[in-house]
């Protein structure tokens, strides 16, 4: 299954941007504007394949609410414009990170000289518990 990762441009019809007021300190900015952006993106009504649907649905589940819509937020500056540049790039590393092959492990066994440096060290620390005890 070769799945392509989904660009922004395709899907940035579908994207809604809701904005509120920020939280935490900021004094009278934070009070006055709303520059907190809430990205909503309905995933399971998309224009993306069935295939790329349930790869976004099962690795981003945490972000995913039931109904099968993308929340991404972001606060972090004083500017709505940049919040909402944040989140898009936030999405964008998203789909890729979900999108990403996973390398396969080549599966490989210890060599003589790391079979020999863990017999060595055995039975030093069986050495040092053999010093510890009582002489009988």
């Given at each position: 299954m070769n799945l392509v990762t989904p660009s922004i441009t395709?899907?940035?019809?579908?994207?809604?941007?809701?904005?509120?007021?920020s939280s935490?300190?900021?004094?009278?900015?934070?009070?006055?504007?709303?520059?907190?952006?809430?990205?909503?993106?309905?995933v399971a009504t998309s224009v993306l394949s069935p295939e790329q649907k349930e790869v976004i649905l099962k690795k981003l589940?945490?972000?995913?609410?039931?109904?099968?819509?993308?929340?991404?937020?972001?606060?972090?500056?004083?500017?709505?414009?940049?919040n909402k540049e944040?989140?898009?790039r936030k999405l964008e590393e998203l789909l890729v990170k979900a999108f990403a092959r996973k390398k396969v492990r080549k599966i490989t066994r210890p060599g003589k000289?790391?079979?020999?440096?863990?017999?060595?060290?055995?039975?030093?620390?069986?050495?040092?518990k053999r010093w510890r005890q009582r002489p009988e």
């Open positions: 395709e899907i940035l019809p579908e994207l809604i941007f809701v904005t509120s007021r935490g300190p900021g004094g009278q900015n934070v009070n006055k504007v709303n520059s907190k952006v809430t990205l909503k993106w309905d589940h945490s972000q995913v609410t039931k109904e099968g819509v993308l929340l991404i937020s972001a606060q972090e500056a004083r500017s709505q414009l940049q944040t989140v898009i000289a790391a079979k020999q440096k863990r017999l060595q060290q055995k039975q030093r620390h069986a050495e040092k």
